[in-house]
C-alpha cells in the first residue's frame, strides 16, 4: 500500500525565514501529487498539485513544490514565510491516476513574527 | 465554488451511541470520502464512495460504516461510538482527479 511520510512534525521559524517541508512517498508508478493547509480553525485547502510536465509547480501564496522523481519526493518550499502562514501542511499521493488520496501524517508549522 | 458541507461542528456522544456524520456536497461529484484526522497521524481514510450506493473500506473502516443513498449525500455511521473514535472528522468530494474538497470537519468526543 501507498504510504506518505512528512519527516518534519513541527517547525518554528521567524519570519522571512526560508521554508521547506519534506514529503516521500513509497509507490513506484505514476503519481499525482498535492499540497494541502489548514490554516487554525480552517478547513483543508489545496495549496498546489503536480500531474505532470514541469516538475516544479508553483501554487497559491507564493508556495512551489518539486517533484523529483528518483528521490520520490515533493517537497514544499517558500522563500520567505509570513506569520499568516501558521498552519498545518499535508502532503497527499494518489497512484495510478485513480481517486484516491493518501495523506502524510502533517506538519504543524509555526511563524514567529 | 464547491461546498461540502458538514451537518455538525462539534458533537459529543456517549459511549454506546448510534452516531450519524452527515456530509452534503452541492457540485454533483461522483467521488466522496470520510476520514478522520488525529495529531501526527495525518489523514485516514475510513470509507470512500465512487458512485451512489457504492462504497468501498479505506484503512480503518472498523467500527464505522456508511451510508450513500443519493448522490450529493454520505453519512458516516458509528454503530456503537466508544471513547476511541474521539476525533474530528472530514468529509470531502472530488470530480476525478481534480483534488479534493474538504467539509470544516466534525469534531467528536465519545465519553
Known amino acids: 500500500a501507498q504510504s506518505v511520510s512528512q519527516h518534519n512534525h513541527h517547525v518554528i521559524l521567524s519570519e522571512a525565514a526560508s521554508l521547506e517541508l519534506g514529503c516521500n512517498y513509497s509507490y513506484g508508478g505514476t503519481v499525482n501529487l498535492f499540497w494541502y493547509v489548514q490554516y487554525p480553525g480552517q478547513h483543508l485547502q489545496l495549496l498546489l498539485k503536480?500531474?505532470?510536465?514541469?516538475?516544479l509547480v508553483k501554487g497559491i501564496k507564493g508556495f512551489e513544490a518539486e517533484f523529483i522523481k528518483s528521490k520520490f519526493s515533493f517537497n514544499l518550499r517558500k522563500p520567505s514565510v509570513q506569520w499568516s502562514d501558521t498552519a498545518e501542511y499535508f502532503c497527499?499521493?494518489?497512484?495510478?491516476?485513480?481517486?484516491?488520496?493518501?495523506f502524510g501524517g502533517g506538519t504543524r508549522l509555526m511563524v514567529k513574527p | 465554488d464547491v461546498k461540502v458541507t458538514q451537518s455538525s461542528r462539534y458533537l459529543v456522544k456517549r459511549t454506546g451511541e448510534k452516531v450519524f456524520l452527515e456530509c452534503v456536497q452541492d457540485?454533483?461529484?461522483?467521488?466522496m470520502f470520510w476520514y478522520r484526522q488525529d495529531p501526527g497521524l495525518g489523514l485516514r481514510l475510513i470509507y470512500f464512495s465512487y458512485d451512489v450506493k457504492m462504497k468501498e473500506k479505506g484503512d480503518i473502516p472498523e467500527g464505522y460504516s456508511v451510508s450513500r443513498e443519493k448522490k450529493e449525500r454520505f453519512s458516516l455511521i458509528l454503530e456503537s461510538a466508544s471513547t476511541n473514535q474521539t476525533s474530528m472528522y472530514l468529509c470531502?468530494?472530488?470530480?476525478?482527479?481534480?483534488?479534493?474538497?474538504f467539509g470544516s470537519g466534525t469534531r467528536l468526543t465519545v465519553v
Open positions: 457540485m454533483d461529484h461522483e467521488n
Open positions: 497527499a499521493v494518489n497512484e495510478n491516476a485513480g481517486n484516491m488520496l493518501t
Open positions: 470531502a468530494s472530488s470530480l476525478r482527479l481534480y483534488g479534493y474538497t
Open positions: 503536480y500531474f505532470s510536465g514541469d516538475p
